[in-house]
Structures are given as C-alpha cells and as structure tokens.
C-alpha cells in the first residue's frame, strides 16, 4: 500500500506572529518556519505503517514555494521514501490546494492520504476534507487511532462528544489529531541520508489545474489584547472580588 | 439570496450549535431554511421549526444519514443547494460542521471559509487564523458562500418561531464508510463550549485522580462545565474532548478559572474571550496571568479545595 502524506511549511508554533504595519499581511520575514506540527504526526503514522510492514511506499508532498523543500526533507529525515514538491510562488488556498493534491494523486495512486487535521497558521481545516471529495473517497478526520485491515481502515476520530470509530473502505483521506501519535526526532544519520532521497519537483502550472485565489483577505488586524488584571493575595480575597468586583459568583 | 443551516444532532435532539448558526444565517438578510437529515428525527425537525427566524425545515430522513456520516451529507447538500437555488451555507464550528463543509463546498466547486466570528453581509467575513493571534477579513465572490461559524460569536437564536416542515427524498448511499460506534463522555454537567463557567486543569494538577479529587468540588459548587490544556489530555488525565484550545474546543464563558495551567499561546486560543479569567498557578511568571483579572499566585492542592469551601461557606 502507498501513502501520501501532504506537508506544509507554517510558521513555527512558537512564534507569536504580527501584523504588517499597512495591515496587508502578515510579517514572516525573517520568522522561524517549520513543518506543520499536524503534518509530522501524519508523516511518523505513515512511516510506523512501512515499519509494520502494511505500507510499501511513504510519499511526502508539498505544494508552495522552493523553500518548502526543507519541509520535505524534514519528512525524509523522518522516513518517507520520496518527496514531491508541487512548485508555485503563488498564493494557495485550501481548494487549490485540494486540486493539486487530487491531480498528484491521480498520477501516484496511493491507498490512503494522511493530512493534517489543520495547518497551525491559516487555521482552516479544509484541505483534507476538500480532497477526499474531489477523489470520491471516504474520509475519516481528526484521527486518534489507525488500524489497517486488509481493504478497509479503521479509524477512532476525535469528536466535540468523545471519540468515534468508523471503517472505511480504501482508498480514503485521513486526517491527524493531536493524539495519534508522537513524532519522532530525526536523527543526524537520517538527516544525512535524506539529503540523498529523490525529491521530484513538478511546476503547478503543469498540473492543468485552476489555482487562482478565490478568497481576498482584505485586512489584517490583532485582536484587542487582554490586559493583565490583578494578583490576588489570598483565597478570601479572590472569592471577595469575584463576588463584588467581578460579580460573576 | 436564500440561506440552508444544516443541522447538528444525534437524531432525538438538535445540537446547541445549530442555534448559533441560525442567528449568523441571519446576517446574510435572506430567508434561513434548516436542512434536518438522519433516521426519525421527526423530534428535531420540530425543535428546529420552533426557532425564531426560521423560513422552513426541509426534512430528509434514510437508514444512512442516521450517523451523520460526511461523505453522504456532502452529497445531499450539495443536491439540495444546486436543486433548490440555495446561495449560503452554514454550519457550526463544530466537529460535524468541520467536517462536512469542506467536503460540501468542494463537490459545489466553491471555497468555503472556516470559523467565521462575524459577517457583514454576504462574502464578507472576519476569521481568527494564528491561533487567534490574528483576525482577517476575507472576501468571497463566490455563488454560493459556504461557511462554518464559531459558535461563541454568535447568540442562540431563540424559540418563537412556527416553521413548515417540508419532507425530501434522500440522496444515494455511497457506502464508503461505516459507524462501528461512539465512544461519548457523559456528563450531568452544562455541555463545555456554551457553560457560563468552565473550572479548567493542566499539567500542574500531575494525576486523574487528583484532577477530580481537586477540581470536581469547585466545579460543582460553580455548576461549572470541566475543561482542560492539551497537556491535561494528552497525559490521560481526562479524556479529549475537554480540551480548550487552539486545536480544541473554544470557549467564552463569564468566568473562567485556570488551574495549573500555563497559559500557552495554543491554550489562550481557545480562552481568552472569557469575561473574567481567573489563574491559580504556583509560577509568578507563567504567561496565565498575563491574561488573567484575577491570579493567584501558589499551590492549587491548597488554593483550590480553600477556594470550594469559601465557595460553600457563601
Ligand atoms: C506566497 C503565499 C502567500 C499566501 N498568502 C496568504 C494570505 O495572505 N492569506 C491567507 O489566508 N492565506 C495565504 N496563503 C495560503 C495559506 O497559507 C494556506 O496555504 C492556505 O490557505 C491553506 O490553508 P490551511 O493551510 O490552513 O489548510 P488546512 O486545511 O488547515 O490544512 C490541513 C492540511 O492540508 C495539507 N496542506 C495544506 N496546505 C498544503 C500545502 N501547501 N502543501 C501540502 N499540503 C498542504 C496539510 O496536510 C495540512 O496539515 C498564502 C500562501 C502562499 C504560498
Ligand atoms: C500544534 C499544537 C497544538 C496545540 N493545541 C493545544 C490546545 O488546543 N490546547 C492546549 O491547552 N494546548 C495545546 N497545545 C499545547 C501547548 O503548547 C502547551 O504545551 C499546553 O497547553 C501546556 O499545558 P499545561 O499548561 O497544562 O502544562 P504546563 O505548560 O506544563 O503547565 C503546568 C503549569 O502548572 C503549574 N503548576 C504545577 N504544579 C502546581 C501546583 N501544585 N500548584 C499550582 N500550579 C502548579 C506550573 O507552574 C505550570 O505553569 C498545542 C501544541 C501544539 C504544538
């Protein structure tokens, strides 16, 4: 079985973003990039899935600038087989995104796709979804747990109620949560040898797919910041102004 | 312009977001239609059917909408939109609505926008992206307008209203997945994302038995919904669906009291709406007080059984 694992290249977690002065975007000049923390779970489930012998072929794919090439030798150095980078300057949105990953998988014929659940800056949570409908295959997001069963998967989802399992038949899309894994460390010797993996790159424009923007984001602002209000100096005082000040009790 | 909510609920009830939606369908000043799909759910087309600002209920019941399941909602709804001429879609921010919106927009070949906080009108929308960090208006052209709606930005529509209800024939089965079942934590507490007050726990609480030792006696004298960090969960404490967050639930209760948590930015995201935040956190410089009205500053084994009985004590 072959696995497409989709990785983007997003601001680091640790990074608190800001807006440009003109209110047009967001500063990332100069900001610490990295693989999208839902992505690196995704890559470590697929390369557990060729460690257990189920999957045959681990394929990591970007679609976004050559910088993103960095994004996928983080997922070499984590054991995917091969690396794809989808190549445009472009701005992409979720849908656009969707119709590359569709048109790659049309070529690769994978089993399964393992996306993140969300990319940690646009925060849209689409991608996957978007796919699997355009494919015509099941879906199964927010994953906790993944078990592959002959020509089905089964597949625990993390829901606003708790947890849900569903089987799907192959091929299908899934998406990672949080808690389906924990990633692990590449280590210096995988780092070299991911340096020597085949990283295909195809320009989007040969793709054939329409890839313009659909949404305008006109303006940027930061939320009102929350001031920082008061320390209390004991539990009777607490309770004296939450009952008085506050009046929330 | 015509407006479809799609209804959230387990068949015997409508969720409480899809009260949410309601009111943000009404920005769109269009007539709002509430689409009802699953198996015998005569009950929540009725619920949704009292909702004030409710044009019709368009019902449409079938052994396989019965789990909610995405693959054959997206396909309804997409028939349903082109079908009947329908110009919005909305959803709640919710499990089911992130789930199902992307998938419907992308049979309908249009870009949907995700967890919108506010609309001033059609194809105009403001998003948190960053966690939160950052607020972007984005504009859409696009003919029909797919979007899912946070659910603490907008009120609860109230009852009043005295919709038809009018039946639909299903769409097909595609038979691509199957429900094995669900696993539902139960809870005689108010339902987390919409409690007036939400008793949090990280890491700091360091077990399950102590998160309930110490945080069940406030939250009952509170009537507080319990909620936890990525942390909390993550360490088997409690189980997922009580994370507040980013990447968990969001909530924006009047009073919000943070314990032992922190205060990432990942953990903000999804609490810092909250009228008034309280921390008990035994680091003077954890990042909560940062955002907090009130902190207290030492140990939560001691600070928060004090706090239940001085609760008790009136
Ligand atoms: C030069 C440039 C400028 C941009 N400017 C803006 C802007 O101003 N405003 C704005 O909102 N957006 C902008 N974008 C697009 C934005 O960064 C996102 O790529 C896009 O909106 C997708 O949303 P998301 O990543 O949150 O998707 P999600 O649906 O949250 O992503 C979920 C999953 O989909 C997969 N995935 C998503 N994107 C990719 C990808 N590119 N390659 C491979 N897999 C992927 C991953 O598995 C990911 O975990 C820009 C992009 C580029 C390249
Ligand atoms: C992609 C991604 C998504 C994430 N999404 C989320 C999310 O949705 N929600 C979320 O919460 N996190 C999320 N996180 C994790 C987040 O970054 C933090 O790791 C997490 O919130 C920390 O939880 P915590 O505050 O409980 O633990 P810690 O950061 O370990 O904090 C524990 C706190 O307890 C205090 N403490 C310890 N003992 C005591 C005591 N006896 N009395 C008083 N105080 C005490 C300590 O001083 C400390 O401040 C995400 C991270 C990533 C990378």
């Given amino acids: ?249 | 312009m015509k407006v479809l909510v799609i209804a959230e609920h387990d068949n015997g009830k409508l969720a409480g977001a899809t009260l949410n939606a309601v009111t943000a369908a009404q920005a769109f000043g269009a007539p709002v239609h509430v689409l009802v799909a699953g198996h015998d759910t005569a009950a929540v087309a009725g619920e949704a059917a009292g909702l004030a600002g409710v044009a019709e209920i368009i019902a449409v019941d079938a052994a396989h909408y019965r789990d909610q399941s995405a693959e054959n909602l997206a396909v309804l709804v997409a028939d349903v939109v082109r079908g009947e001429g329908f110009t919005g879609v909305v959803a709640g921010g919710t499990s089911f609505g992130k789930n199902l919106a992307p998938r419907t927009a992308a049979l309908l070949d249009v870009a949907p926008v995700s967890d919108v906080v506010s609309i001033a009108g059609a194809g105009r929308y403001v998003r948190p992206v960053y966690a939160g960090n950052v607020m972007v208006t984005v504009e859409s052209d696009e003919a029909i307008q797919v979007i899912t709606v946070r659910t603490t930005a907008f009120a609860a529509a109230p009852s009043g209203g005295a919709a038809g209800v009018r039946e639909r024939a299903p769409a097909a089965d595609l038979g691509v997945s199957r429900l094995l079942g669900r696993e539902l934590s139960k809870s005689e507490r108010p339902e987390l994302a919409a409690a007036r007050v939400v008793v949090s726990g990280g890491r700091g609480l360091g077990s399950g038995e102590k998160y309930r030792e110490v945080l069940e006696p406030l939250a009952d004298r509170l009537g507080a919904a319990l909620g936890a960090s990525r942390a909390a969960v993550d360490a088997g404490y409690v189980p997922n669906d009580y994370q507040v967050g980013q990447t968990g639930k969001i909530v924006a209760p009047d009073l919000y009291v943070a314990v032992g948590i922190s205060g990432a930015i990942q953990h903000l995201a999804g609490m810092k709406d909250s009228k008034v935040i309280v921390a008990i956190n035994k680091d003077p410089d954890a990042p909560i007080f940062q955002v907090a009205d009130f902190g207290l500053v030492g140990d939560l084994f001691e600070a928060v059984p004090q706090l239940a009985d001085g609760l008790a004590a009136g």
């Fill in chain 1, 1 to 249: 079985m072959k696995i497409l694992v989709p990785v983007k290249r997003v601001v680091d977690y640790n990074v608190k973003v800001r807006v440009k002065s003109d209110r047009s975007g967001v500063e990332l000049a100069g900001v610490k990039m990295a693989i999208n923390p839902f992505d690196e779970i995704s890559v470590e489930e697929a390369v557990r899935l060729k460690e257990a012998g189920i999957a045959t072929e681990v394929v990591a794919v970007s679609c976004g600038s050559a910088a993103s090439q960095e994004t996928l030798r983080t997922a070499l150095a984590m054991g995917a087989d091969r690396a794809i980078l989808v190549e445009t300057d472009a701005e992409l949105q979720p849908l656009a995104v969707g119709k590359l990953l569709k048109a790659v998988a049309d070529r690769e014929q994978p089993q399964l796709v393992i996306c993140g659940k969300q990319a940690i800056d646009d925060d849209a949570n689409q991608t996957g979804q978007i796919l699997a409908a355009l494919m015509g295959w099941a879906q199964a997001t927010f994953a906790s747990k993944l078990c592959v069963e002959g020509e089905t998967l089964r597949v625990t989802r993390e829901v606003d109620g708790g947890l849900e399992t569903l089987e799907l038949k192959l091929p299908a899309v899934v998406t990672s949560d949080l808690r389906l894994n924990e990633p692990r460390y590449a280590t210096l010797p995988n780092i070299m040898k991911a340096k020597k993996k085949p990283l295909d790159v195809i320009p989007a424009a040969d793709l054939g797919v329409d890839i313009a923007p659909r949404l305008r984001h006109s303006q940027y602002s930061e939320p009102p910041v929350r001031k920082a209000g008061i320390k209390v100096a004991d539990v009777a005082d607490l309770i004296a102004r939450l009952r008085n000040d506050a009046k929330v009790i």
